[in-house]
C-alpha cells in the first residue's frame, strides 16, 4: 500500500469510528470495523457484527468467527439450510498496528486446529476464555447437521492491521 492509501484507510476507518461506534476504544472499533470491510459482501447488520466477535483477554488469538451455510449467517438460534450446497467459516483477527506478526499467526494456527479437532472437547480448551469456547460449541454444533452431507465446505483467514 502507498503512502497515500494508508492515510486513506486511516481517515475513513477514523471518521468511522466518530461516527458509529465513539464509545468504543480504538482497538475495539478496529475489531469492528475490520469484519464489516472483510465482510462487506455478507452485508452484516450490526447485531450480527457483534454475534461473532469474541476478541479480549484468552481469544486464542481470534477477534471474530463467522460461519455461513449457503451464504447465511448461522447464529445460536439459526437453522441449518437443507440442502447444504456450501459452508463457510470466516476466522477474522484485527489489530490497530503496523505489521504482521509471526506469533500473531501461529495463534490463528493454534486455534483452528483446536477448533476443528472433533476429538478434543470444547471445555478442555481451558486457556480459552468462555466467549471463544462458546463460538467454537457454536461452529461445531451445527456444522454437525451437514458434516455427513455432500457440500462444498471452505475456511477464510483475515488478519488485519493498519500498515503493511
Same mark, same amino acid.
Given at each position: 500500500?502507498?503512502?497515500?492509501?494508508?492515510?486513506?484507510?486511516? &481517515?475513513?476507518?477514523?471518521?468511522?469510528?466518530?461516527?458509529?461506534?465513539?464509545?468504543?476504544?480504538?482497538?475495539?472499533?478496529?475489531?469492528?470495523?475490520?469484519?464489516?470491510?472483510?465482510?462487506?459482501?455478507?452485508? $452484516?447488520?450490526? %447485531?450480527? =457484527?457483534?454475534? /461473532?466477535?469474541? /476478541?479480549?483477554?484468552? %481469544?486464542? /488469538? *481470534?477477534?471474530?468467527?463467522?460461519? !455461513?451455510?449457503?451464504?447465511? $449467517? =448461522?447464529?445460536?438460534?439459526?437453522?441449518?439450510?437443507?440442502? @447444504?450446497?456450501?459452508?463457510?467459516?470466516? =476466522? *477474522?483477527?484485527? #489489530?490497530?498496528?503496523?505489521?504482521? #506478526?509471526?506469533? &500473531? *499467526?501461529? #495463534?490463528?494456527?493454534? !486455534?483452528?486446529?483446536? $477448533?476443528?479437532?472433533?476429538?478434543?472437547?470444547?471445555?478442555?480448551?481451558?486457556?480459552?476464555? &468462555? @466467549?471463544?469456547?462458546?463460538? =467454537?460449541?457454536? !461452529?461445531?454444533? #451445527?456444522?454437525?447437521?451437514?458434516? /455427513?452431507?455432500?457440500?462444498? !465446505?471452505? *475456511?477464510?483467514?483475515?488478519?488485519? &492491521?493498519?500498515?503493511?
Amino acid at each position: 500500500m502507498s503512502a497515500l492509501d494508508v492515510q486513506a484507510l486511516e &481517515t475513513n476507518f477514523n471518521n468511522w469510528h466518530k461516527e458509529r461506534v465513539s464509545h468504543l476504544t480504538v482497538s475495539d472499533a478496529f475489531e469492528r470495523y475490520a469484519v464489516e470491510q472483510v465482510l462487506k459482501d455478507a452485508d $452484516l447488520s450490526d %447485531d450480527e =457484527i457483534d454475534s /461473532g466477535l469474541f /476478541g479480549g483477554p484468552d %481469544d486464542g /488469538g *481470534v477477534d471474530g468467527m463467522y460461519f !455461513f451455510v449457503n451464504r447465511v $449467517l =448461522i447464529q445460536p438460534d439459526s437453522d441449518v439450510p437443507d440442502p @447444504a450446497i456450501t459452508a463457510n467459516l470466516s =476466522i *477474522v483477527q484485527a #489489530k490497530h498496528e503496523k505489521g504482521f #506478526k509471526e506469533d &500473531t *499467526v501461529q #495463534k490463528i494456527h493454534t !486455534f483452528t486446529r483446536d $477448533l476443528l479437532n472433533w476429538s478434543v472437547p470444547v471445555d478442555s480448551f481451558s486457556y480459552l476464555s &468462555t @466467549a471463544a469456547r462458546d463460538a =467454537i460449541s457454536l !461452529f461445531r454444533e #451445527k456444522y454437525n447437521v451437514i458434516i /455427513g452431507s455432500p457440500h462444498i !465446505f471452505s *475456511v477464510d483467514f483475515y488478519y488485519v &492491521t493498519t500498515n503493511r
